[in-house]
């Protein structure tokens, strides 16, 4: 079968031929009908050494075959399924009902696409911990977005905890910023889009937000004009960028007593003013993709909402090209590839 690869020694993306993987215990074995690109995966690519691995941590298929350990758990043949990516945890302890990257009984996490194959493979094994059955709604060669884009951003709107009228500034519109403005709008809430890409927030406001601003060429005026907009200033801010300047830019956007949503990884640590924080002037959450036990309420949601993506289709040999399209900023749509 074609799987699409980083290779570490040789540090580019390669299409390779290998086998089929053999099912092993609590495995699915899922034919991928769609596996997409997400940023994250670009901090794989910085890894020059160790095995060539396949690629992608978003995915969604067809269960082609069962293991006996994971039959009567919710599956079967031909079930159209969406699916997480940690493996080689127990999916039960404390820290699992958290993150399972806080595994208190393993001491190797591992993730799908960065330290083993990932999805951009036309077969893959899917831990059915970290499955969930498709409703009718999602089209299952569409919905590989869904199962980290979507639901992270799903989770971070959703645990900003907002009333339906409030304020939200989505700042960051890229492709997690944009499925965040749909779920928003979804939940009733009125949302800014603020990005330094004008073709960020062309595509914010079509994705439904209500107004839209750019911090950089607008860096004069956009804070007064937001706070003035939304009565005193946003009731909480989630920030999808992983720039620093994102989250400084985003703070004095909140109302006193406003929400600092962290989504995005910056690659340095955040400055923290310990006052504003014990004097209420804003307080600061996180959230991300999280345990599969909370991916059937960002399902549901998603397919009761009818939250789509904006896509572009491609084949497995363009994993090359999409990679560098991703790291020059070229692609304004999730970029989704096919097996058929």
């Not at 941590?57 to 082609?64: D, L, P, T, Y």
């Not at 080689?88 to 001491?107: A, S």
């Not at 089209?139 to 645990?159: E, K, Q, Y």
């Not at 937000?209 to 956009?222: I, P």
């Amino acid at each position: 079968m074609k799987a699409g690869q980083w290779d570490p020694q040789n540090k580019k993306v390669v299409i390779n031929d290998i086998p089929i993987p053999e099912l092993g215990k609590d495995q699915l074995l899922v034919k991928i009908k769609s596996a997409s690109l997400c940023h994250s995966d670009l901090m794989g690519l910085a890894r020059g050494h160790g095995a060539t691995v396949t690629m992608g941590h978003e995915g969604a298929g067809v269960v082609e075959k069962i293991h006996p350990s994971a039959e009567e758990k919710g599956f079967k043949v031909g079930d159209a399924i969406g699916f997480n990516y940690f493996i080689n945890v127990c999916y039960e302890c404390d820290g699992c009902q958290i993150h399972n990257q806080r595994c208190e009984n393993t001491d190797l996490p591992m993730c799908q696409g960065f330290h083993c194959n990932g999805f951009f493979q036309e077969y893959v094994l899917v831990d059915y911990h970290n499955a969930v059955v498709l409703p009718p709604e999602i089209d299952v060669r569409r919905a590989s977005p869904l199962f980290c884009a979507g639901i992270t951003a799903f989770n971070c709107i959703d645990s900003c905890e907002l009333q339906p009228g409030q304020w939200l500034a989505v700042v960051g519109c890229g492709g997690l910023g944009q499925y965040g403005i749909q779920y928003a709008k979804a939940m009733g809430y009125n949302v800014i889009g603020v990005d330094v890409s004008d073709d960020s927030l062309q595509s914010a406001t079509e994705c439904g937000a209500d107004a839209v601003f750019n911090s950089r060429t607008q860096a004069d005026t956009y804070v007064e004009e937001i706070r003035k907009l939304s009565g005193k200033g946003v009731h909480a801010a989630a920030v999808f960028s992983g720039a620093i300047a994102a989250f400084d830019g985003a703070i004095p956007l909140l109302r006193t007593n406003g929400l600092l949503m962290v989504v995005g990884i910056a690659h340095e640590p955040l400055k923290v003013n310990t006052v504003d924080l014990i004097t209420g002037r804003y307080r600061i959450k996180a959230d991300s993709t999280s345990v599969p036990q909370r991916m059937p309420k960002a399902v549901a949601f998603t397919a009761k909402h009818n939250i789509q993506p904006n896509v572009d289709f491609r084949k497995i040999e363009d994993l090359p090209a999409m990679v560098e399209d991703m790291r020059n900023g070229k692609a304004r749509r999730r970029q989704v590839v096919t097996f058929d």
